[in-house]
Structure formats: structure tokens, C-alpha cells
């Protein structure tokens, strides 16, 4: 049983599956049979040289067990065994075939080096298989190196081919894998940085109180609690989504970007609208506006009624860029007041937040917020623009097509 393990492991590292060794070993068996029968029915010409033919039939036919695991040497020992045949004993008009085989392996399971070997190794094999009969039949060599030269191009084509679909799974693995780990950390940056951000801010607030108001300092106090333990469980459900394996939820695996089945984003989210929600939408946007007025922003926020009514990864995105827009107004603005406005016209979803805050310095550069917004829309095939508010303080304005 080890030993048997051992050969199934072996086989595995090679590449080759033990149900593909078993065909292998079939194949040779067949050929081996219709040789025996072939040199039996020559025996009366073959004569005293009939153990020498039995043994090269052996290597010739034996050498196809081999073709997937050791290509090239199969090959070498299939084609001196042929020439030896045809040399000093009697020339069998099936060992060629399974030359031939031996051949299209080559190609289709050596590595590209030694797959570009075998037009060398067909033409020595068949100047010493013929030799004597070329000079009386000149055009039948000729012709079989053609049809052996046609059969390696066929393998050898078919194996680049392989290594080409191969090479662009592996190219389309890894950007499935790289888009996956973006939205990760989107999500993170999104929750944690807004939490910590509002927390932040309540905590300098209630510092500067704690002398001066102990009430409202124990409300700020109390909002800061309340807050932490909202993102520890929304942090918790997006960590519970990837230790499942990712996107076991409705809505998670086109959060961001194409579903594994080719349609855009959120074209199959309507079918799971019924499930229940672990990711954030526009109908939350309320309790986003409470935890900013908690910070000291009094937000004001209109939410089209049709808005309400989204694709699942649009409405979650939409929230995502309404949160990410107001923690910047916290972070950076140092706004009092910040206006949302959410609507839907036709097919197309306008995102509109405006603060009073200290708005754009000339020259400023989008941080990761502002960045992941742009990576958010990008996804959709939407347009955003962020820069000073025309009254001062600061102004993002989202589009967001909504697939049909």
C-alpha cells in the first residue's frame, strides 16, 4: 500500500493522473498485440532472427507507456528500435504507427525545448529506416516524413495552445484575486477610517468639556460607545463574509465590480433583494447622519424615495461614497454643517455632498478616500468630480448608472 501511494504521489508531481498512465499502458499493450500477430504471420521470413524481432516489437510497442511521463525518451527509444527493425531484421508495417503516436506525444507533452527536438530525431530516424529503399523508392521517404512531421506539428501546436488558455487562466485568477483584495480593503478603509475619524472627533469634544459641561460630556462619551460597537459589528459581518470564503452573502460578490458569471455589476442582485442584509445601503444613511451630528456636523441628507429601490451593489456603493464623503468633511473640512442629496433619474444615480468646511487648497491631491470613491464609480463605468463648492467648503458630486 505505501509503494502504491508512492507511485500515485510520483504520478501526481509529474502531472499526469494514474487514470492517463492506465491508458498509456492499454495503448502500448494493443500495439504490442498486433505486432506479435504481424511478426508471427513473417515468421517464415523473419526465420532464426524472430527472439531479436519479438524484443524490438517489445520496445517499440512498451516505449507508448511512457509518452506523457518521459516524452522525449520514448521517443529515442521507440525510433532505434523501429530503425533497428527495419535495419537487421524485417521492416513491420505497425511499428510505424506506433512511432507515429510516439511522435504527436512528443510534441503535445514535452517541454518546448525538447518538443523542438523531434524534427532532428524524425529525419535521422527515417534516413536509417529507409536506407536501401530510398534509392529505389525515393519518394516514399519523402512523403513519410511529411506525414511524420505533420503529426508532431499537430501535438506541438495543440500543447502551445494549452499553455496559452492556461496562461490566461492564470492571468484572469489573479485579477479576480487582486480585485478581491481592493475591495477588501476598501471596505476596511471605509469602516474603520470613518469610525475612527467620528470618534476621534467626539473624544476631543468631550476633552475640552469634561471641565465645563459633565452632561454633555457623558453624552459624547456615550456616543463614542455607541459607535465603536456598531463598527465592531459591522466589522465582524464583513470579517464573517471572508471567512466564508468571500461573497457567501446577496450582494457581496458584485459589491464592486463583474459578477463571476460576466454581467455587470448588480444585474443578479435583484434576485437575492429578499435575502438578508450584511452590507450597508442608502436606507442607513440616517443612522450615518446621527453619528456625524454626534461628531458636531449638522448634516442635512434627501434621499429620492425612488433611490430606495437599487440594485444591491449600487445602493451599498452609493452609501460607501455618502460615508467616505463625510468623513472626509470630518477629517479634513473641520465643516459645521454638510448637505447630502440622493437621486434617481431614469437609469442613473446622482450622489451630491457639499460641506462649509475650509474646502480645497489649491494644488491638493486626492487622498485614499477620494481615490477609492473614483475605484468605486470606475466599476459601474460612472464620473465623478470633487474640488471647492462654489459658496466655499468643499463639493463631491457622483454619477452611477444602474444596470438594467
Known sequence: MAGRLRSLGATARRGVR??????????????????????????????ARMPVAVALSVVVAGALALRRTA????????????????????????????????????????????ARLAPVIVLLGIAAYFTGAARTYPVIPAGVLFIWLLAWAFGYGTARR????????????????????????RELHDLVGHTLNVMLVQAGAARRLIDRDPRQTRELLSGMEHTGREALE??????????RG??????????????PSGRPPGAESDAAADGPSLQPGLGEVARLVGRMEQAGIRVTARIDPAARRLPRSIDMSAYRIVQEALTNTVKHGRA?????????????????????????????????????????????????????????????????????
Open 18 to 47: 494514474p487514470g492517463a498512465a492506465v491508458v498509456d499502458r492499454a495503448l502500448a499493450a494493443v500495439f504490442l498485440a498486433a505486432m506479435l500477430v504481424e511478426r508471427v504471420g513473417a515468421a517464415p521470413r523473419i526465420g
Open 71 to 114: 516524452p522525449l525518451t520514448s521517443y529515442l527509444v521507440g525510433s532505434a528500435a523501429l530503425s533497428a527493425e527495419a535495419l537487421f531484421v524485417l521492416p513491420s508495417p505497425v511499428s510505424p504507427y506506433a512511432n507515429l503516436v510516439g511522435l504527436y506525444s512528443l510534441g503535445l507533452y514535452a517541454t518546448r525545448g525538447r
Open 162 to 185: 494549452q499553455e496559452e488558455r492556461e496562461a490566461a487562466r492564470r492571468q484572469l485568477r489573479q485579477r479576480v484575486v487582486d480585485a478581491e483584495r481592493a475591495r477588501i480593503a
Open 234 to 243: 459591522e466589522l465582524d459581518r464583513v470579517l464573517g463574509l471572508l471567512r
Open 246 to 259: 468571500g461573497p457567501a452573502s446577496p450582494g457581496a460578490a458584485v459589491a464592486d465590480g463583474p459578477s
Open 336 to 404: 459645521n454643517r454638510a448637505e447630502v442629496t440622493v437621486r434617481r433619474d431614469g437609469d442613473v444615480l446622482d450622489i451630491e455632498v457639499l460641506d462649509d468646511g475650509l474646502g480645497a487648497s489649491g494644488g491638493y491631491v486626492p487622498g485614499r478616500g477620494l481615490l477609492g470613491i473614483a475605484e468605486r464609480v470606475s466599476m459601474f463605468g460612472g464620473s465623478v468630480e470633487h474640488r471647492g463648492g462654489e459658496r466655499g467648503g468643499f463639493r463631491l458630486h457622483a454619477v452611477l448608472p444602474i444596470p438594467c
